[in-house]
């Protein structure tokens, strides 16, 4: 099984936040330019997998195109996506059971914050995104994975997306976009 991994966006669809976007954080995709990069990696992907900061729940629409979508609201989520998405999921695929969520705070110690949320929960994996910045680490064995920021490379050399293996074992790959 393939899941495509994905965070950090910021698309906001229309109106000031589209404005804000593209000047403040300096996004230039839009959705249609997000997913024309998507379809060379996501296609034939089993799911999606968003961590979160969507700005617009129309990027999980975009998504859906690629296969089901699972995602969780971030903290520069508006108060419509945060009160449609969780902060926090496990979800169960191919016999592997995977934390979802965004992160929060400072990059520092960012992955041991996020998998303290999901103590006591048996996973194999924790997806997160919020740092921007790749990541893809086996900690007490759980793998960590950042897929890093689709549309934004502030705090990393490139934009990048994921992509999980659920094999015999599972393994994660970034994709870098630049």
């Not at 910021?10 to 249609?32: E, M, P, Q, V, Y």
Request: hydrophobic letters at 40%; one cysteine or more; charged letters at 25%.
């Amino acid at each position: 099984m393939k899941v495509g991994v994905i965070s950090d966006t910021h698309i906001a669809a229309s109106g000031f936040r589209k404005i804000g976007t593209r000047i403040i954080n300096n996004i230039k995709d839009d959705l249609d330019s997000l997913k024309a990069k998507l379809e060379r990696y996501f296609k034939g992907v089993d799911a999606v997998f968003h961590a979160g900061d969507l700005v617009d729940l129309s990027v999980i629409e975009m998504l859906a195109d690629f296969g089901q979508v699972y995602a969780v609201s971030g903290n520069m989520d508006p108060g419509e996506v945060k009160s449609k998405l969780p902060g926090k999921q496990i979800i169960e695929l191919s016999g592997f059971r995977l934390g979802l969520t965004h992160g929060w705070g400072s990059p520092h110690d960012l992955s041991e914050r996020v998998r303290k949320q999901f103590a006591g929960d048996k996973l194999h994996c924790i997806i997160f995104g919020h740092s921007h910045h790749p990541y893809n680490q086996i900690e007490q064995g759980i793998l960590m994975f950042n897929p890093g920021s689709a549309t934004d490379r502030r705090f990393a050399p490139c934009r990048t997306v994921g992509i999980l293996h659920l094999e015999e074992k599972i393994r994660g790959e970034h994709i870098e976009f630049d």
